[in-house]
């Protein structure tokens, strides 16, 4: 459920469109949660153009 909402929000825990909101938790919470089950964020983030 954790990873594919961070799947679904390219890695973003908080603000409107993160993971967080997704899933209906607060941002601290999913974070205590991501790091509890050792969930690397990162790899759902996609590299920005420059």
């Known amino acids: 459920m954790i990873e594919t909402a961070l799947e679904e929000c390219?890695?973003?825990v908080s603000g409107p469109s993160?993971?967080?909101t997704?899933?209906?938790l607060?941002?601290?919470t999913?974070?205590?949660?991501i790091k509890?089950?050792?969930i690397n964020k990162y790899r759902?983030?996609?590299p920005?153009?420059?």
């Open 10 to 12: 390219y890695g973003q």
């Open 26 to 28: 607060p941002a601290r």
């Open 48 to 50: 920005r153009a420059s």
């Open 30 to 33: 999913l974070d205590s949660k």
């Open 22 to 24: 997704k899933i209906g």
């Open 44 to 46: 759902f983030k996609v």
């Open 36 to 38: 509890r089950f050792k």
């Open 18 to 20: 993160g993971a967080a």
